[in-house]
């Protein structure tokens, strides 16, 4: 039995016998009868169990240590102490597993640093218990929202021979032994696995556009690569992103989209990790509900990169990076235009020479019909755009660009073959995550995070 | 509007107008009319479009190619001719997007080999659209199973310097210039990105096992990666895995899950993807929807190794491999077991020599808690086992199969730390999804398949 299913039918187990497995959190002796804050881990809450002489094995339980994983039978009562509404009355406590002294994990608040570096051990801690839920249940929502409306999933390939965007930042992918290659002075690829030097993807969005051709609707869910040597609370190695691609849709039917999806998503999230977020709110960032609340009931701006430039200017601040237009723009420039706005704001038509080849050129011949989300207390959160859908254009963009078009013949192709307008974006998960908890760091809100020089578990 | 939704509500857009953006797949030209055979890939089925002199536009609607996009503006009526019972009269059609006479993608049945060979367009061709969203669907039928019972879905690290299990078999990750490494005649790890040999993982079982040992329930659903240079219908170099593990639970309660989500997986792909399944009954495999409406109202078989090779042994067959006691089994063994059963079968307690060392060893020191579902048709479609709780067995274990336990200490503390009785086991998605659609190369079941001297788009 799950203590989840017990919170969730409380009535239903009320005054009744129940087993429970799991673990020992904390435990209280006193001589006649002890606590223990006990979790199974499939709910954030955990149960007090209580014993006394009358439990079978009481003088055993005493002996018993934090971290062990024990089986409980008792009843589940109404409970008069203060802190929980519910406790089991224990007839037995067994030991299912016992936990040695050098346990590392304390019952006491550790740094999150020292929580890193038990990697293993630390989605036993609170804060992990709900982030790594929480991460669980956003993969969830989005799946369910695509799903619902009928997107097709696609799994996009991760090691890829052509490197589009990423040159220079990609992890090369080889059985090539790279003793034999010292030794023998020469790189040879015809003997490498693929026949060609292969590399881990840094976006599916290409693939996207060709399942975009043919589904209408589909959206990737799945993890991207990025050998940036960037040691910053934002950058991982290996990441997880969601890139929806939309046939038959334009610019402003993709921040629809957005908007939609991220109000669903929150929305979601709210409600499937509702003590989770109530924990966030509490001990990670004050007034997360709120922000989040807010979101989904706000209307968010939509307002173009020259406009924003011409705000920027105009705002009695003195910056860090002077705003121009034409320009990219920083952080404290996002932060200052949600700020502005009170709220999520969609910045569109960008300079063209600071966005990707892809993105469909304006008439204007200077901008792209490229959109950025940017929310407030996170930055940037998703980004975007129309794709060019011209063939001629892209080829002539791509050349300006000096991205290689022979091995992107198919890419082009799709232009010639019953092409349309259509359009997509890119939403890091980590970044979502790290919007949804308030938790910094994107080491905290990964698993196992993979950063220059760390590789570990 | 999608063809999707208007299928899904016929009554509510009977005899109204409706507008659908999509692609020519076929047409047929007279002279006084034309039909269009249509689809926008939101669902497996087209309709068909009738234009007449009354269709703004007609004149041109004759040269628009087959492949090209095209928005149908028009109502949609009741048909009367034979092969459909609804269709549209359209008002307008217009050009989205052209289609190249050079489109290779012709109105008539290509080779897989061939399709395969224009990969970035197959999923146009109704067998794609069948196998692509099938994909999708069993995708979120598994989400779907283990959201809905309370696991976490844990997104296992790609990228490993761990490599327990596939060494030999693992893509090198690297950063290093490969010119540089033959130039300079020496490979130094400490240059590359993560400071050591890094890999790509064969399996996220052993961080599963760390989130089980935290939430009790996990699942990863992740890509996993394997160097092996075979060239079968059945190997990929790069796939998807999902890899459930559940504290507190035992070889037995292993068995119940396997066969409850094997059963609620197709059940799900039958009632969401219909057309697409009835497609593949009668174009790919006859018999297929007999063979799952089966397996959904089956009992499993659960028969020991020993016991399954006694019945082998017995058999009136003239076996290739001659079966034998503390040997593996070959795949003419798992057609006759899952014959003579008439079922899926679960074999059970393998000899531990033919295993991996983290399997619970059975107290008759020859076998091990392990588990294969062998199904009719398609051989082992899961492997788990029950595992190793003791830390000492483990580490012994571990020894006597030259596995090195320095990188391992993390896993082995999982033992020490309320270790407990915990099980898990591996479905690898495109098995699965070969078992669903009938489609029997694993490369047409992949968007984008890896394989040995392959790795196109």
Known sequence: MDLREIYQNIDKYLNHEITLKGWIRRQRKQKEFGFIDFSDGTCFKHMQVVYDKSTQNFE??????????????????????????????????TLEGDCSDDYPLQPK???????????????????????????????????T??????YVYLHAPLITASDCEGAGEMFQVTTLDLDRVASSGKVDYSKDFFGKHAALTVSGQLQGETFAMAFKNIYTFGPTFRAENSNTKT?????????????FCDLSGLMDIEEDMLKFVVKYVLDHAKDEMEFFDKFVENGLLEKLNKLVTSKFTRITHEEVISILKKADVEWEFTPEYGEDIAKEHEKYITEYFNGPVFITDWPKDIKAFYMKQNPDGKTVAAVDLEVPGAGELMGGSQREEDYDKLVTRMEEMKVPTEDMQWYLNLRRFGGCVHSGFGMGFERLLIYLTGVENIRDVIPYPRTPGNCEF
Request: proline share 2%; aromatic share 12%.
């Open 235 to 247: 950058h991982a190695s290996e990441f997880w992103m969601i890139e929806p691609e939309m046939a």
């Open 60 to 93: 055993k339980i005493d002996a018993f240590k934090h971290g062990s994983a024990i089986c409980v039978v008792g009843t589940l009562v109404k409970s008069e102490g203060a802190g929980q509404d519910y406790e089991i009355k224990a007839t037995s406590i």
């Open 145 to 150: 929202y695509f799903q619902e409306r009928g």
């Open 109 to 143: 608040q550790h740094s999150r640093e020292f929580l890193r570096e038990i990697g293993y051990l630390r989605p036993r801690a609170n804060l992990f218990q709900a982030v790594f839920r929480v991460r669980s249940v956003a993969a969830m929502a989005i799946h």
